[in-house]
């Protein structure tokens, strides 16, 4: 018997057809969502920015906090930190597809803008590791500060900054020879780094001074310590955690932890225009790509708020597992 | 000539470890390490920011909650960690359909009541872990003391099980059973205020949702 075999043309065709499906399966997958990282709860919560609901949890590595995602939305990196591993997540499934090599006790970490490498802080042994995703392989590890912890890469790639959590100082650190070209001292106890889009300024919260530092990375000097005052809130009680600063550079949003407070913030006059209160120990913020939304999570409070960017409004409580520490959304 | 060496005590080494290790573990508890009385890991607020979970109307412009007494009894059944936080909407709306045109006045009074209410509550647990870190720092000086005189009792060539060393003993073994017990139960005790702070913070949401 002779097998039906179709003529050449309709196999190529059929073939295009299978993988433009594949390719829209793929990117499909993630687009529209949010990933938040469960610190106690030891796992993942995946949200439909759109809905605004919980489509599904799923169990990761132990102590998840930081979480970014591959610039092509294909994979999910997650710090586990207890487990001394990146793991790399199928935002589809929120399945481990495989361990990549940290360093010990990875607590935040940047990806390259082209989505290789990843630079990761190593807390413990106060070094950066350079890590190739692709390989999992190590490529380099800097000495930096006392306890790094705040990662950033220039919207170029060509500068990283690391902070230091003990030594109060944002690193800029060349990608190319992986040395150190510059140290710029900040407030006390420096905890992330946000470069703006066009790199012309770089954003460094403090957690224990109450700042936040404005940094010109062309002279790497600060240009303003932000301060934050709310009435009736102690100073102690307002400590600086996630920053984002919206793609035109002119707003940005700073978690306030304990405050239970994200300050919005001018970022060309660097006035405080607003505190909205979201959930309590409000810890890290991200952007839906259209900036229309920005998402929160409360770590004492085990939510996610969702606030309105336009209207300067919270609009929703999400409820997430327990103690939610970082929030990533797929890019488009 | 040969010299008797004193015969090896298990025990004495094995309790004298166990001393130490007790010891050195209350300290270690203890944080920030400025502040002895304070045995949690969470940092000691000495008590709730309004601000920190209430941005709707001023509480004292609504008057005087204790006054209102629909507004009272909701806050102090509100308040009350027996009432289970998926029934906290409900009792809410049940009292704003009554509530009549004063209904957000009279919520924000709610709210006053709780926050007041839970506040006390807090004052008082973050009393009794003063007191228990207080004891715990006692109790761990006095098992520093039992250790001492049990290995200087046993240390003497001529002690063997004496009543004194037994009894010494017992009550070493006692007091350090009542600190490990006590050791065990800090993690819940230091997430009592905490627990409380969270209760507080979802019912001024919900009512803040309401009132806007």
């Excluded at chain 1, 969502?33 to 809905?51: C, F, K, L, P, R």
């Excluded at chain 1, 790509?289 to 770590?299: I, R, S, Y």
């Excluded at chain 2, 004193?6 to 203890?30: D, T, Y």
Aim: with cysteine; net charge neutral; aromatic share 6%.
């Amino acid at each position: 018997m002779i097998a039906f075999r179709p003529p050449t043309s309709l196999r190529v065709l059929s073939a295009a057809l299978m993988g433009a499906v594949v390719l829209v399966a793929a990117e499909g997958a993630s687009a529209g969502m949010a990933y938040v990282s469960n610190e106690s709860g030891n796992s993942i919560t995946a949200i439909d920015t759109a809905t605004l609901t919980v489509t599904q949890t799923a169990k990761v590595g132990r102590r998840p906090r930081g979480i970014i995602m591959s610039p092509d939305g294909k994979v999910i990196y997650l710090c586990a930190s207890d487990d001394h591993s990146v793991q790399v997540i199928d935002p589809a499934t929120l399945k481990v597809l495989r361990k990549l090599k940290s360093g010990q006790d990875p607590e935040l970490f940047a990806l390259h803008p082209s989505g290789n490498p990843l630079y990761i802080a190593n807390e413990n042994d106060n070094q950066v590791t350079v890590l190739d995703v692709e390989k999992n392989k190590v490529v380099a590890q800097v000495p930096v500060g006392t306890e790094p912890e705040g990662m950033a890469v220039s919207p170029d790639g060509k500068i990283l900054v690391a902070t230091s959590e003990t030594t109060n100082m944002a690193h800029f650190i060349d990608t190319e020879t992986y040395k150190i070209v510059a140290n710029v001292l900040v407030g006390a106890r420096p905890r992330f780094a946000e470069f703006t889009r066009d790199g012309k300024k770089l954003f460094v919260s403090a957690e224990v001074g109450g700042t936040v530092s404005v940094i010109d990375p062309e002279t790497r000097k600060i240009i303003k310590k932000i301060e934050f005052k709310i009435p009736g809130v102690s100073k102690e009680t307002i400590q600086p955690v996630g920053v984002r600063v919206t793609r035109d550079g002119k707003t940005a949003f700073v978690a306030l932890g304990p405050a239970n407070r994200v300050a919005v913030v001018n970022a060309e006059t660097y006035a405080v225009e607003d505190y909205l209160l979201v959930g309590q120990r409000v810890w890290q913020l991200a952007f839906t790509p259209d900036e229309k939304q920005l998402f929160t999570t409360n770590g004492n409070s085990n939510d996610v708020s969702v606030i309105d960017v336009p209207a300067r409004k919270v609009v929703k409580s999400i409820k997430a597992g327990g103690a939610p520490w970082g929030v990533v959304v797929a890019p488009q | 000539m040969k010299t008797a060496s004193p015969r090896p005590n298990p025990f004495r080494r094995s309790a004298a470890l166990a001393v130490l290790a007790l010891v050195m573990a209350g300290p270690a508890l203890a944080q920030p390490k400025s502040d002895p009385e304070w045995p949690c890991p969470q940092r000691r607020t000495p008590d709730i920011s309004l601000a920190v979970v209430w941005t709707g109307p001023d509480l004292a412009s609504a008057g005087v909650w204790t006054d209102d007494l629909e507004a009272s009894t909701l806050a102090v059944k509100l308040a009350s960690r027996r009432t289970p936080l998926d029934q906290v909407d409900g009792l809410i709306d049940a009292f704003a359909k009554e509530a009549g045109p004063d209904v957000k006045v009279r919520l924000v009074r709610v709210f006053a009541g709780v926050y007041e209410i839970t506040s006390l509550e807090r004052a008082k647990v973050m009393d009794g872990i003063t007191r228990y870190a207080r004891g715990q720092n006692r109790l761990a000086e006095r098992l520093r003391d039992e250790g001492d005189a049990l290995s200087k009792a046993k240390d003497s060539p001529e002690a063997a099980d004496t009543r004194e060393t037994q009894e010494l003993e017992q009550k070493l073994n006692w007091d350090t059973r009542i600190f490990e017990e006590r050791a065990r139960s800090l993690i819940y005790v230091c997430e009592t205020p905490v627990l409380l702070e969270q209760r507080l913070f979802e019912i001024g949401r919900r009512i803040q949702d309401r009132v806007k």
